[in-house]
C-alpha cells in the first residue's frame, strides 16, 4: 500500500510490479463499488505478472482508508440493501470535478512509478465509468481503456459519459453483463453509436448469462468463464496499446 496525495488529501492505493527491477508500463486499475480489497488486490497482481506496473487506489478514500465499506451481509438477500445502503452516499460523493482532479493525482503517480509512457485503465462496475471519465480528461495520457460490467454510460445528466466520447483516443474494449439493468440494449447501442460517430477505435460485446460483477470472485455474481473472458480481452487489450 502507497500514499497518492491528491488534491483533496491522500488516497492509499495498491500498487503491484513485477520484481525484475526493470521498467514497465503502467495500469490504472479504477475498482468497483466494493472497494480496495483482497479480490482487487488478487486481480491487480495477476495483471502484473503479465508485465505491467498497476495501481488501484481507494476512490472512496475522503471517507476513510480501505476498507471503507463493510461487505457483511451482501451474501444475504434480505440484508444486500444494508450494503448498499452504505455504498451509494459514497459514490454520490464521487462527481466529475472530483473524478478528474484525482485522476490527475492517479495518473501522476502511476507514470512516476512505470516506464513513464502512456498508460492504460481497466476498470470494473462503477470503475469504468470513473476510468472513462478520467481518460476523456487526459488523452494524451491514456492509451487503452477497458470497462467490465460498467453502467450508467448513459445518464440524462449534461454530462452523461457517452457524451464526451469525442474527448477520448484511448482504444477501448467494453465487456457488459448480459443481465444488468444499468446497461441495457439501448443504452450499450447508444454508447456504440456515440463511439462510431467520434470515430473511436472500440469493441464492445455483451457477454452471455453473465451478471453485474462478473469479474469479482468475492461475491455471487462471479462467472468464471466470463472473468476470463475478461481477463483475455484485457491482456490483449494491453498488449496492442502499452505494452513495450
Known sequence: MIDVKTADGVADSYL???DDGRPHPGVLFVVDAFGVRPQ???MADRIAAAG????????????????????DGLDDPERRGEVFGR?????RELTTERIVADGAAYLGKLQD???????AITGY????RLGWRIAAAYPDRVAGLGCFHTGALVT???DSPHLSAGDLDAELYLGFADNDKNATPEQIATVEGALRAAGKEFRAEVLAGAEHGYTMADTTAYDEAAAERAYEELSALLSRTVAA
Open 16 to 18: 503491484t510490479r513485477p
Open 40 to 42: 482487487i488486490e488478487a
Open 52 to 71: 505491467y506496473v498497476v495501481l488501484a487506489p481507494n476512490v472512496f478514500y475522503r471517507a476513510g482508508r480501505a476498507p471503507v465499506i463493510s461487505l
Open 87 to 91: 455504498i451509494m452516499p459514497l459514490i
Open 113 to 119: 512509478e512505470a516506464d513513464g509512457g502512456e498508460v
Open 125 to 128: 462496475c462503477m470503475g469504468g
Open 156 to 158: 440524462d445528466e449534461e
